[in-house]
Structures are given as C-alpha cells and as structure tokens.
Antibody, heavy 119, light 110 residues
Framework: EVQLVESGGGLVKPGGSLRLSCAAS????????MNWVRQAPGKGLEWVGR??????????DYAAPVKGRFTLSRDDSKKTLYLHMYSLKPEDTAVYYC??????????WGLGTLVTVSS | QSVLTQPPSVSEAPRQRVTISCSGS????????VNWYQQVPGKAPKLLIY???QLSSGVSDRFSGSKSGTSASLAISGLQSEDEADYYC???????????FGGGTKLTVL
C-alpha cells in the first residue's frame, strides 16, 4: 500500500520561510514524478509544482503564483520529497498535499499539512 | 478563475443519476486526457476516473466518465448519501505547461 506522509506545516509570518517534507512508502520512489497540490481554506485544488524522477532529468516545474519563491527537491535515498517555501504571503495559506503523478493523473495522495501565513 | 469550468453545485435525490460537467479549451481538454477526483470534506482527494473514462481501482462502477471535444462529464448513478463530496476535474494544459484543476462541484444528495 502506498503511503505519503506530509510534515513541516505550521504558522509562519509573512515574508518567512518553511520547508515541507513528504515521506513515501510502498512506492518505487526513484521512478515517481512527485507533486505538491494545495487547497486554501474553503477553496479548490491548486497545483503548486512537480519534480521529475532523476531518470527523467530530475527537473522541477512550478505554477506561476509560486515560481521564484518555492523550490522542490527530492532525496531518493530517503524516499522523501521537499517543498522549500520562501517569501511567504498570506495567500499561500493552505493545506499542502503531496501526490505522485503522471501529467494530471494524481494517483496517490497524502493527508496534507496545513501552512498558515499570518502576522 | 479556473481554466476549467465546473458548476459550483449540483443536487439530486437518492437512487437518481447526476452529471457534473467540466468545460475547457483546445489547449487542455481538447488535446489531453481528463481525470476526476472526489474529495470528502476534511479528507484528501481520491482518484475516481482517469484517462477520460477509466475507473480507478476500487471505485464503484456507479461512477463513469466521458469526454467530447473540449468538455468532459462525470456521471454518478444510483446516488447514495456517501457520494456527497466535492468533485474536481483535472487535465494537462499545453499552454500553461502544467496540470490544471476545475473549480470543483459540490454534490448534495437530497
């Protein structure tokens, strides 16, 4: 059974930084393309970014609202995905989900971790 | 404002059938496969339908998907109270070079 477990969420002030982690099990993590998807309170789902497997180049792509402020990375030896968030804004407040995917097919999801950006 | 348009809400009685639409454009639905997700309040999303009409493992065959041109639909037959949830369509967008979600549709079983 695939399990994705996010951690690292919390309360941070505007302009601050935070690092989220997603620990994977039951998945061939080395081959997986991994994503972060977020959901603001009472709102819909929004794709944040994706990092390809190292075998497919290991590059990352980002949604326009976070490009230049967020960075995805992965540690295949630890089967862990990271989201480094900088210059955080109140509009970044959301539950952040980790998900494995092929294009827009998000097959497995974690339970999410809440990030609150507020002074 | 989402690139994909879904009705904000739909409602229907138990045991009836309901459809949820997802309207896009040639750069997304018109050229790529559509996937559907169910999200029960307070829970993580769950994959329901992939590649337009393929049922995800373990999902009831009361759920079905279809696509025509730049629109897609999710149909749920034999409605049950447990189907009350938010439903999202998602598809790759060639212009944005990334996946996009519809705004979501809240299903109420009367």
């Amino acid at each position: 059974e695939v399990q994705l477990v996010e951690s690292g969420g919390g309360l941070v002030k505007p302009g601050g930084s935070l690092r989220l982690s997603c620990a994977a099990s039951g998945l061939t993590f080395t081959n997986a393309w991994m994503n972060w998807v977020r959901q603001a309170p009472g709102k819909g789902l929004e794709w944040v970014g994706r990092i390809k497997s190292k075998g497919d180049g290991g590059t990352a792509d980002y949604a326009a609202p976070v490009k230049g402020r967020f960075t995805l990375s992965r540690d295949d030896s630890k089967k862990t995905l990271y989201l480094h968030m900088y210059s955080l804004k109140p509009e970044d407040t959301a539950v952040y989900y980790c998900s494995s995917s092929i294009a827009a097919l998000f097959e497995h999801w974690g339970l999410g971790t809440l990030v609150t950006v507020s002074s | 404002q989402s690139v994909l348009t879904q009705p904000p809400s739909v409602s229907e009685a138990p045991r009836q059938r309901v459809t949820i639409s997802c309207s896009g454009s040639s750069s997304n639905i018109g050229n790529n496969a559509v996937n559907w997700y169910q999200q029960v309040p307070g829970k993580a999303p769950k994959l329901l339908i992939y590649y337009n009409d393929q049922l995800s493992s373990g999902v009831s065959d009361r759920f079905s998907g279809s696509k025509s041109g730049t629109s897609a639909s999710l149909a749920i037959s034999g409605l049950q109270s447990e189907d009350e949830a938010d439903y999202y369509c998602a598809v790759w967008d060639d212009s944005l070079n990334g996946p996009v979600f519809g705004g979501g549709t809240k299903l109420t079983v009367l």
